[in-house]
């Protein structure tokens, strides 16, 4: 070989980044492809490269054998003893067999060859140096765009950025720099494709490490993130020490570190919060800014009803439940949000129902004791549920003893008689509840068979409104 192709060979591996071992297999591969081409060899061939001098030495690999039966593969023990006098029977021997000159044919072959290698070499350390590093996030430069989709220059590869994957707050203009999240990168008979990413939430954990030491060095830890990208992001952080602040430490000098996130992710809001293991605190911490007066928990659900002022009930729930949204990943939790307004008239609502079902098994309790008095008031005259009075004075009637003998004409008047006989004509068992109350009945007091008067004419009205009733 030259000594301009072994020159050229080494400035081909600088600038690729390809191992000097891998530059000397290609161009053996290539020497080897090309003396078969050449000689139409059919036995093993392999070649020797020195790069000090700049030389290749052919080689042809023969099996020492007593009886030749493939001059191909195999040699007698005489020839091969001309050559090295210690070989024996069955070990190999390599003759040089380097050609003064390779044909047009040849040359070409040995050209494409170490082409095609070069480029498969390339594509190995490509794939090896970036199939490691799925999460990363690295600085490129946006080259093109084909209709939505972005394609970023990472220097040694082209990454894409498909729409799916992109914020609504990124311009991507020709030449831009931005910081991308890296998803993925796939092995492809051209150049590795490596998918990126920049609404991906660990972007933002990512950047929250690039420009928070404490997080950096693992004094500060992320606990849990949740992001809309380009609209809002919660990042939930905790303290290994007592001493430092996680809120603070994130945020920096008059916000300094939390603005370098902002502006990197073109102004998208980011909220940071203090974790907790208390779930009520963290639940309420989740959704500030808003400000909350209490949380419920709720374990065997897993859920949480947070109470918030009138006046904060619209940012806790935020645009669209946004607010809300975000907490609730953030903190894992189901959350429902209700103000003092409404938790009052749930307990309300709550108290009447209970008071009501209080009453109805309070009337349950009356109808299974009310069958032991049915016999006594199934002969009962029928009460017009319209007239209560008159259902009163029928069961005051019902309820005192009818007098058998007439009452004083100086305490009844004489219409008031006649009409008591000509209304209230006695049934059969009124007759024998006359008999059987006649003793009694006789020491009564004037004042009372007058109330008894009174009382049957009442029930003798009830009796002439029924037929009236009936009859209409």
Not at 198 to 217: A, D, I, K, M, T
Not at 325 to 338: E, Q, S, V
Request: net charge negative; glycine share 6%.
């Amino acid at each position: 070989m030259q000594v301009d192709f072994v020159q050229a060979l080494r400035d081909i591996g600088r600038e690729k980044d390809i191992p000097l071992d891998t530059l000397s297999e290609i161009i053996e591969a290539a020497l080897v492809s090309a003396y078969k081409k050449h000689h139409g060899a059919t036995c093993e061939i392999h070649v020797d490269i020195d790069w000090d001098d700049g030389t290749a030495t052919v080689f042809s690999r023969k099996r020492v054998v007593e009886h030749v039966e493939n001059p191909h593969v195999e040699m007698s023990l005489a020839d091969a003893r001309r050559l090295d006098p210690t070989v024996e029977e069955g070990e190999y021997l390599d003759i040089e067999v380097s050609p003064s000159e390779f044909g047009r044919i040849a040359a070409q072959t040995a050209k494409q060859v170490v082409a095609q290698r070069i480029r498969e070499a390339e594509r190995e350390i490509i794939f090896e140096e970036f199939s490691n590093r799925d999460g990363d996030v690295v600085t490129g430069v946006v080259q093109r765009r084909e209709g939505r989709t972005v394609f970023v220059d990472m220097g040694r590869v082209e990454a894409v950025l498909p729409a799916s994957e992109q914020s609504q707050l990124d311009s991507y203009r020709i030449g831009e720099r931005l910081k991308i999240y890296i998803l993925e990168v796939k092995r492809t008979t051209k150049t590795p494709r490596v998918l990126v990413s920049r609404s991906h939430p660990g972007l933002l954990r990512r950047l929250f490490e690039l420009e928070v030491p404490e997080v950096h060095e693992g004094v500060v830890e992320l606990k849990a993130q949740a992001r809309e990208a380009g609209a809002r992001s919660k990042v939930a952080v905790a303290s290994k020490q007592e001493n430092v602040d996680p809120v603070g430490a994130c945020v920096g000098h008059r916000g300094s570190r939390v603005q370098a996130v902002v502006d990197e992710l073109r102004g998208e809001k980011v909220d940071i919060v203090r974790w907790g293991d208390d779930p009520a605190k963290y639940v309420a911490s989740a959704l500030s800014p808003a400000k909350v007066s209490r949380v419920i928990i709720d374990e065997e659900t897993h859920s949480a009803t947070v109470v918030a002022p009138d006046n904060q009930l619209s940012l806790a729930i935020g645009r669209e439940g946004q607010n809300v949204r975000l907490a609730a990943r953030l903190t894992g939790w189901r959350i429902d949000i209700r103000s003092e307004a409404q938790m009052v008239e749930q307990a309300a609502a709550a108290e009447a129902a209970a008071a009501l079902e209080a009453r109805e098994e309070a009337a349950r309790g009356d109808e299974a004791a009310a069958p032991a008095e049915a016999p006594e008031t199934a002969e009962q005259e029928p009460v017009t549920p319209e007239s209560p009075q008159v259902a009163e004075a029928g069961e005051a009637a019902q309820a005192t003893p009818l007098v058998s003998s007439p009452p004083a004409e100086d305490a009844v008047p004489e219409e008031d008689r006649e009409e008591q006989t000509a209304a209230a004509a006695p049934t059969g068992e009124e007759e024998a509840v006359e008999s059987d109350a006649e003793a009694p009945e006789a020491a009564a007091a004037p004042a009372e068979e007058a109330a008894a008067a009174s009382a049957v004419e009442g029930a003798s009205t009830e009796e002439e409104s029924a037929a009236r009733q009936e009859s209409q």
